[in-house]
């Protein structure tokens, strides 16, 4: 970074813009670092107007660190649901109650120790830091990248070590001492209000006349993209089992993917498997004996973030009780009125949701 970049300038372009044009987001009428916490937690990967009704509910639900260590997973994660990267969940109930036990419900206000606790990575332990505990700490997301790459002109890829080496020391050469929780809000509101992925507002931008990017004309160009590497896809058939007015649902074991939540049985195809084969195999499995292979019910295409899942479904009439194995560590039974109750996958919610398929459905079974 040259001498001559005017970085006490920026600061204070961007502190005064922020406090006049800032958006009244709930998380920001409040000190309370738990209720930072958990904003901070939905927000990654996640849009602001997304997270708002899921931030107030959860809120609602578990206003105190106790309340939320002392909940089930199951009522965690159904408040979830549909926020996606349900890992956070499952991280944030286990910090809870590691919260409750070493630190009687406060959040340590010490870096180290929030890295130590489950789901507290170096982005949420520097923004807790320094909105929560007012520390010089420099917060990097997604928004700050970009405005930094832009406002720096920086020309490489800063998703390497050294492209993160270099974003950090920008911020830092930014951060105005002691103001660091409003300096921070304020890059992330300007990489998400006017410093946009594909228009940014540059006429509207408190920090243009300093801007090295929009001065060279490449605004556009930054942040440098990594080659894209094109989405896998797999298929996977699930069955549709009812019984009544129930639906047999399996839960996933709480490590890896979607640990935690429930889902309709399901398996991916292996390599020259047909569906029927496959649903076989699956059933029996489960220790279920098969009375019917029915018709297709319809195909849900969900994505995930390294692949694209193909997902056939089919309702299956079947003897005997689900003994659950492999992925899952629990089967159940339950009505439409129980499922509200449970955090359910993102493709089992998509079948569910299916009504016309479904409907027809239950009228032939
Ligand atoms: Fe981003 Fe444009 Fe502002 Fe530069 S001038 S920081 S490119 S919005």
Not at 126 to 149: E, H, K, P, T
Not at 191 to 220: K, W
Not at 239 to 268: F, K, Q, S
Request: glycine content about 8%; aromatic content about 10%; overall charge neutral.
């Amino acid at each position: 970074m040259s001498d001559s970049f005017p970085t006490q300038a920026v600061t204070e372009a961007l502190l005064a813009w922020f406090r006049a044009r800032q958006r009244d987001l709930p998380w920001r009428r409040t000190r309370d670092p738990y209720a930072i916490w958990v904003a901070e937690t939905m927000l990654q990967q996640t849009q602001v107007s997304t997270v708002i009704p899921y931030y107030e509910r959860f809120l609602e639900r578990f206003p105190t660190v106790r309340s939320l260590a002392e909940a089930d997973l199951d009522a965690v994660l159904a408040l979830w649901q549909g926020l996606g990267y349900y890992a956070r969940a499952r991280h944030l109930h286990a910090a809870a109650r590691e919260v409750m036990t070493r630190y009687g419900g406060r959040l340590p206000p010490e870096y180290k120790a929030l890295r130590a606790l489950p789901g507290i990575g170096e982005y949420t332990a520097a923004a807790l830091m320094s909105i929560a505990f007012d520390q010089d700490y420099a917060v990097i997301d997604g928004n700050v990248r970009r405005a930094l790459c832009r406002l720096f002109d920086y020309a490489a890829d800063p998703t390497t070590a050294e492209g993160k080496r270099a974003l950090q020391a920008f911020s830092e050469a930014l951060l105005p001492k002691g103001q660091a929780g409003p300096y921070n809000q304020a890059m992330m509101e300007l990489g998400a209000t006017l410093c946009l992925p594909r228009e940014p507002l540059c006429s509207d931008c408190p920090v243009q006349p300093y801007c090295l990017a929009r001065q060279r004309g490449v605004e556009r160009e930054r942040p440098v993209q990594r080659a894209r590497i094109a989405r896998r896809e797999r298929t996977f058939i699930a069955a549709y089992i009812a019984r009544g007015d129930r639906l047999l649902l399996l839960r996933r074991r709480p490590e890896g993917l979607l640990g935690g939540l429930w889902e309709l049985p399901n398996t991916e195809l292996g390599p020259g498997e047909g569906d029927a084969e496959a649903l076989q195999r699956l059933l029996q499995e489960l220790s279920l004996g098969v009375s019917e292979i029915g018709e297709a019910l319809g195909t849900i295409r969900h994505a995930y973030s390294h692949f694209t899942a193909l997902v056939r479904l089919y309702r299956c009439a079947t003897l005997g009780e689900a003994s659950p194995a492999g992925l899952w560590d629990a089967a159940a039974w339950l009505s439409a009125d129980e499922r509200a109750g449970y955090g359910l996958t993102g493709v089992t919610r998509k079948a569910l949701e299916n009504k016309r398929n479904i409907s027809e459905y239950e009228e032939n079974f």
